[in-house]
Every structure is written in structure tokens, then in C-alpha cells.
């Protein structure tokens, strides 16, 4: 492979810090050559700031510098001829017959530091042509590039460097700084910025570019994924209306044979089906919606992803590339499932099993309707008379307790009063919501109590985690290490999820149960008198969990009723 005539040059051999012909040039790992003693001499002057002289980069600790060979041999060569010059400068004209002879020549001029002497540029260039077309070197392009220095002493950039000028000081901005996360020009690297991660901005955006194309393909991944539950829920949808569907045919064409009397419990029936039903579509329509939604959302960021990847522009990339970098706020789904209302089916079943008796079920088969599916629930949940062998005895922890919250002697009953207690404000007592936890704390196990809540118009029950937060305004759900039922003004029900999941009772209770599985991450709450499951609701547990109650407030006496842990009888 031939060499270009204009190849070398003097620049190539200089040390752009003492101006003169390299000595043990090494290379730092930006990829500039220096002196070894020049460029050691500069990171010393500068204390612990490490940057490359030429294009500013930054390094955290001091490089390890290693001897450029090749570099280091060509000099050498330099050197040496440079000891034999003046026996090439007087040979020239002997050597060149288009001179005549007794031609008055002038005296060679003295190289000034740094310059190559005499001819020995051009001899230099002669040589490497004659050794490359030999053969025995430069088979291939020299390891180091030649290029023009990028800066000048003053710190301006050279006519080849693009991007805006910095406003402070009019030298163009094509640096990026780690530590701030701004673009940046030479002399802000050596002001506010020095001793700061600074690399050339392009190549920054390239790192970042790379980033986006695997943020993207994650967005692509969770939008499938939300497709599919979409297909899955319309399909469970479909067969619930089937199933609704069928119930409502075999029922009515069981109330033909039946006489006028039967039309009042027919239309009861109905309304039970229908209800399931409708529950059922109302609960789909809005998965369907919330996941729509979320499409909708992470398309948006694909797009505006997308936008961004295609940027050219470092500055408007790095205004926006923050808010699209963090991952975005969305509902795991992966539990999510439409399942039938536990009544359905019930009609039917309890239908062709009374139909003998048929003047006594009239009476008692529209509530035996409402009661869930007892298969279901085996299938499900354990019955209430199991969980009871669980039977945790559950104190209150005066510790945790609100100010405002009175607790019996025997630690078994709690109330809100209107005025806050002088006790002691610790880190485990809640300073603004009006709550206690029970003493008794478990990280594996099942574990079953009852609170008798009477005819209270708002409490909270259930459990949570001994990490949560207990000051200020606290954020309750699943999330945030809190798994309770709540109810509020006398008949709303609610799983306190986020957001909250209702849950409609026909029959207030009295007394509830709770019961938790640690190991599959089961919380359940039970009707305790009438021994059925309320609702349920399964996570993973990675904290030691502790009983939780709240009271609430009294609201002037219309929810002055104690909470009251019960004593309960596994055989009862």
C-alpha cells in the first residue's frame, strides 16, 4: 500500500505540549500522544483534576500511561536523521544536476525549535515511500491519527468543532459534563466545571441513543403484554354472559311450570343473575379502560422515545431525555383476572335442588341466591371453621397508638376520644393518623383473629408491614406495606388498594376475621357470624407483619364505638 505524498508532517513528531520532537511519547487512553515527562509535569502542576491538553477530557484518577513503541520508533528515526542533516543539505546540490555549478547558494537557515532541519522532512517522506512500496512496513495505516489540534491556547475551538456557542464565553459547546448533566465549552471545564466526568457531548448522545432503543423495546414489551390481558378479559367476559345467559333460559323455563305465586321469587332470581352479570361487565369495562389507558400512555412514550432517539440536536436531547429516562408509572397486571361473581351459578344450582320443597324455598331462595358458591370458595379459600384453628391472641401495642386513641387495660379495646393523651411521641407511634398496631408481630405462618366492629359507621382492619411509615400523612395501600378493609359512612365498603376496590354487602357484619397465609401472601377478611369469606386479596410478604386497627374518628359521637378483639373458640 502506497503512502500519500502530504502523510507526514512535522505536527505528527511535535509534542503539542513543549513544542519539540517527541520523547518516550506515550498516549493517553483519549488517544493524544505527549512526552512522558511533559505530560507528567502538567498532571502534577494540576493536583487531582486528570485532563487530556488537548480535548479537555476528564478522567476520575490519574491514567496509566504506557509507551506509544511505534511512535517512539519513528522519532528515533527523526533523531537520528536530524543528527545527519547538514550532510544532506550539502549534498543537495551535488545530488540535483539541474543546478549549475558555481551557482551562488545561500546559507542554510537555522530550524527553528520544533521544525524539522533542512531537508529532512522531504527525506523523511522519501524514505517511507520507498520502504512502503517495499513491503517491509506501513502495510497498513499508522495506529495514531494526524489531525489538527482541536483547541487552541485560549481555549476557542478550532473551525472544524460544531454546536452552539457556550453564552458565558463564546466557545462552542460540544462537551457534556456527568456530574451536572449539561452540555459544556472548554473554558467552563476549566471554571465551574474542573474536575468534573466530562466527555465529547456526541458521544455522549450515542450512549444515551443506545439506552433509548432498549427503553423503547421494554415499552413494546409491556404494551403487548397489555394487549394480551385485554384479549383475555373480553374472552373471560364472553363466557360469563354465556354462562349468565344459560342460567337465565334454564331458569325461566323452569318458572313456566310453576304457578302465579312464583312470578315475585322468578323476578328476585332474575335480578340475583343480572347483578352477577352486570358486576361483571362493569368490573371489565374498567380493566379494559385502565389498561387502555395505559396503552395509550406508554405509546405516547414510545413515540416521544422514538423522537428523541432521532434527535441531532445535544442540547433539546438532554432537556428532555431526563423526563423520559425514568421508567414509567404503571400497574403490575400480572394478577389481574376477570373471574365470575362468586353467586354465580348459585340460582341454578339451588333452583333443582329445592324444587320438592318448593313453598319453603320461595320464601329463603332469594338470599341463599346471594351467598357465594361454596365450591368455589373450597376451591379458593378455606372455610372459616378452618382458619379458626389459626386463632392468633392479638394485644394491642400502646407504643404505636395515635395520641387521641384510648386502650383498655387488658389491651383488648380500642376508641377514639376527642382530645390527644400526654404520652411520649417515639419513631413506632403514629403522630397523625388514628391507628395502633398489635403487639404480636409474624413473618411466616397462618395466622386468624376477630374484631367485633358493631354498629360502628367507619374503621379500618387488617394488617401491616413493621417497616411502614408512621408520621405525617400516610399513604395506604398494598404498595406501601398496608393491607386493610375498610369501611366508611355506615355501608361503603373497600379494600384500601390504589385505587380502592369496592366491595358491596348485602348484610352489614358485626364481627370480622382476618386471616393470613404468610408463605402464599393471602389476606382474608370473613363475615364472623355469618362464617363468609368477604374478599381476598393476594401479594408477596418480605417484612415481619403486624395486626392492624384504626377506629377513626368519632365524628361527634355517631362513631363512638370501641374496636374489640374477640375471644375466638376454634371448635366453636
Request: net charge neutral.
Amino acid at each position: 500500500m502506497s503512502i500519500p505524498a502530504d502523510f507526514l508532517s512535522e505536527e505528527q513528531f511535535t509534542c503539542s505540549i513543549c513544542l519539540d520532537i517527541f520523547n518516550n511519547p506515550v498516549s493517553t487512553t483519549c488517544g493524544h500522544s505527549f512526552c512522558l515527562s511533559c505530560i507528567t509535569s502538567y498532571w502534577d502542576s494540576r493536583g487531582k483534576s486528570f485532563l487530556c491538553p488537548l480535548c479537555k477530557e476528564s478522567y476520575r484518577k490519574r491514567p496509566e500511561l504506557h509507551i506509544n513503541h511505534t511512535l517512539k520508533d519513528i522519532t528515533e528515526q527523526f533523531k537520528r536523521m536530524a543528527g545527519a542533516s547538514g550532510a544532506v543539505a550539502s549534498g543537495a546540490v551535488a545530488a540535483n544536476p539541474q543546478v549549475p555549478a558555481g551557482t551562488d547558494q545561500k546559507p542554510a537557515v537555522p530550524p527553528r525549535p520544533g521544525e524539522l532541519p533542512g531537508g529532512l522532512l522531504t527525506e523523511m517522506k522519501s524514505r517511507f515511500h520507498r520502504t512502503s512500496s517495499s513491503g517491509n512496513l506501513l502495510a497498513s495505516p499508522p495506529p495514531y491519527e494526524a489531525c489538527p489540534r482541536r483547541f487552541s491556547t485560549s481555549g476557542g475551538n478550532s473551525s472544524g468543532s460544531t454546536g452552539p456557542p457556550c453564552a458565558k464565553h463564546g466557545v462552542c459547546v460540544d462537551m457534556f459534563c456527568k456530574n451536572d448533566q449539561a452540555c459544556v465549552c472548554v473554558m467552563c471545564i476549566e471554571e465551574e466545571h474542573h474536575g468534573h466526568t466530562v466527555i465529547p457531548a456526541k458521544r455522549e448522545m450515542n450512549i444515551k441513543k443506545s439506552q433509548l432503543g432498549i427503553m423503547e423495546a421494554e415499552l413494546q414489551g409491556l404494551i403487548t403484554a397489555r394487549e394480551k390481558k385485554i384479549e383475555e378479559i373480553q374472552t373471560s367476559l364472553k363466557d360469563i354472559q354465556a354462562n349468565a345467559q344459560q342460567e337465565v333460559e334454564v331458569t325461566m323455563s323452569m318458572f313456566r311450570l310453576l304457578l302465579n305465586a312464583m312470578e315475585r321469587c322468578q323476578a328476585e332470581l332474575l335480578e340475583v343473575v343480572q347483578m352477577g352479570h352486570m358486576t361483571a361487565e362493569l368490573r371489565s369495562q374498567a380493566l379494559v379502560h385502565d389498561l387502555q389507558q395505559e396503552i395509550a400512555d406508554l405509546r405516547k412514550r414510545s413515540s416521544a422515545l422514538t423522537q428523541l432517539a432521532q434527535s441531532t440536536d445535544h442540547i433539546s436531547f438532554f432537556k428532555t431525555y431526563p423526563f423520559l429516562c425514568n421508567p414509567p408509572q404503571i400497574k403490575n397486571w400480572t394478577e389481574v383476572t376477570l373471574t365470575p361473581e362468586p353467586i354465580a351459578g348459585a340460582v341454578l344450582k339451588n333452583t333443582t335442588q329445592m324444587v320438592e320443597n318448593l313453598q319453603d324455598v320461595l320464601k329463603r331462595l332469594p338470599q341463599l341466591c346471594l351467598r357465594p358458591n361454596q365450591d368455589q370458595l373450597v376451591k379458593h379459600q378455606p372455610k372459616v371453621r378452618s382458619v379458626q384453628e389459626y386463632t392468633l391472641d392479638v394485644t394491642l401495642d400502646r407504643d404505636t397508638a395515635h395520641p387521641r386513641l384510648l386502650i383498655s387495660p387488658d389491651e383488648k379495646k380500642v376508641c377514639c376520644s376527642e382530645q390527644c393523651s400526654t404520652v411520649t411521641d417515639t419513631p413506632a407511634r403514629f403522630d397523625r393518623v388514628v391507628c395502633v398496631l398489635g403487639r404480636q408481630g409474624f413473618n411466616s405462618g397462618c395466622h386468624y383473629w376477630e374484631v367485633q366492629v358493631g354498629e360502628k359507621t367507619d374503621w379500618d382492619l387488617g394488617v401491616a408491614k413493621r417497616s411502614i411509615n408512621r408520621k405525617g400523612k400516610i399513604s395506604v395501600s398494598p404498595l406501601n406495606g398496608y393491607w386493610f378493609l375498610s369501611l366508611r359512612d355506615k355501608s361503603e365498603y373497600a379494600f384500601r388498594s390504589d385505587p380502592p376496590t369496592p366491595i358491596s354487602l348485602n348484610i352489614k357484619p358485626k364481627r370480622i376475621g382476618i386471616y393470613v397465609d404468610y408463605e402464599k401472601g393471602q389476606v382474608s377478611f370473613y363475615d364472623g357470624d355469618a362464617k363468609m369469606l368477604i374478599y381476598t386479596h393476594t401479594d408477596t410478604f418480605t417484612d415481619t407483619l403486624h395486626p392492624f386497627f384504626s377506629p377513626c374518628t368519632n365524628k361527634s359521637g355517631r362513631n363512638e364505638d370501641p374496636l374489640i378483639i374477640c375471644s375466638t373458640n376454634p371448635q366453636s
